[in-house]
């Protein structure tokens, strides 16, 4: 499911449809990424807002699942992948980190696909058991979950999806673990690549169906340099002592440099659990914050 269609903050070149006597008819504009949650959706207006920037809607294309949906599927607090420029959206990937059916719901808790996982709120008024639901949220450095959106799937067909890290492997016999889930991958598509790096540590998106353990149809291994030339929005889940590395959303390492630029506050302002959007660029093949705003 996880499409990260990232556009360079330069010029993406488009094929336009301009008139016979325009020439060549190949136009140029520049087209910014954003990575994070949807603060609101005004369907009167046919905008969203994310990272406080209303954007229009009116000519956007909006997936889930390689599904082309349209924006009354849109809500406060699904993280999306977007693509903008002069307060124009033009493509919106909906992104949940978790989809599965809802086995139970406390005050503090939703469990889906086998696993419990903390909540920010309380969802028991959402009558979400035994229905299909997409989690929203981030992962602490243990690997635990805090989900803060939840909503219903209806009936787009989408598969059961999972991330996390891989916390133990068995290649002989094509199974890993993901804290207490047991993942069978002997039939899931997977490049060379991915299989390669399939290994303890890594970050894994895996799509398929849940039962008692999860049989994959799809695995891709988290590439940390896919997010480069986008604007990120996480939490701070580990900082080093020396404040020249830190974690997104447990599972995203960003080196932090001398050209790091700070907005909304100061380096020394940072500490774990800080909210914060921060630009990413791709130095030498790691992850570095070009700049990193409080939020």
């Known amino acids: 499911m996880k499409k990260v269609a990232i556009l360079l903050l330069g010029t993406a070149v488009l094929t336009g449809c301009g008139s016979d006597d325009s020439g060549d008819s190949n136009d140029q504009r520049a087209s910014s990424s954003y990575i994070?949650?949807?603060e609101a959706v005004d369907a009167n207006a046919d905008t969203m807002t994310i990272n406080s920037m209303p954007l229009s809607l009116a000519s956007t294309r909006i997936e889930l699942n390689e599904h082309n949906v349209t924006s009354n599927e849109l809500a406060a607090g699904m993280q999306v992948d977007v693509e903008y420029d002069?307060?124009?959206?033009?493509?919106?990937?909906?992104?949940?980190?978790?989809?599965?059916?809802?086995?139970?719901?406390?005050?503090?808790?939703?469990?889906?696909?086998?696993?419990?996982?903390?909540?920010?709120?309380?969802?028991?008024s959402n009558n979400f058991e035994n229905k299909?639901?997409?989690?929203?949220?981030?992962?602490?450095?243990?690997?635990?979950?805090?989900?803060?959106?939840?909503?219903?799937?209806?009936?787009?067909?989408?598969?059961?999806l999972y991330e996390g890290k891989i916390t133990s492997i068995d290649k002989a016999n094509n199974f890993f673990n993901i804290g207490t889930m047991k993942v069978d991958y002997s039939n899931a598509r997977m490049d060379h690549e991915d299989l390669a790096e399939l290994n303890n540590g890594v970050w894994v998106e895996i799509e398929g169906n849940f039962n008692i353990d999860f049989m994959a149809n799809d695995v891709d291994v988290e590439n940390e340099l896919d997010l480069a030339n986008a604007e990120v929005e996480g939490y701070v889940t580990t900082l080093n002592y020396e404040k020249t590395s830190m974690t997104l959303n447990g599972k995203t390492v960003v080196a932090i440099t001398e050209n790091t630029r700070f907005e909304d506050g100061l380096k020394e302002q940072l500490k774990v659990g800080s909210k914060v959007d921060v630009d990413l660029i791709n130095n030498a093949g790691k992850l570095q914050a070009s700049e990193i705003e409080f939020d």
Not at 87 to 109: K, L, N, Q, W
Request: charged share 20%.
């Open 36 to 38: 994070g949650a949807i």
């Open 86 to 124: 002069n307060d124009i959206a033009y493509e919106v990937d909906i992104d949940p980190e978790i989809v599965g059916m809802v086995t139970g719901v406390t005050s503090t808790t939703i469990t889906v696909n086998g696993q419990t996982l903390d909540t920010t709120k309380d969802f028991t």
């Open 132 to 160: 299909r639901v997409m989690l929203f949220g981030y992962a602490e450095q243990n690997g635990n979950w805090k989900i803060n959106a939840a909503y219903e799937v209806g009936s787009i067909p989408v598969e059961d």
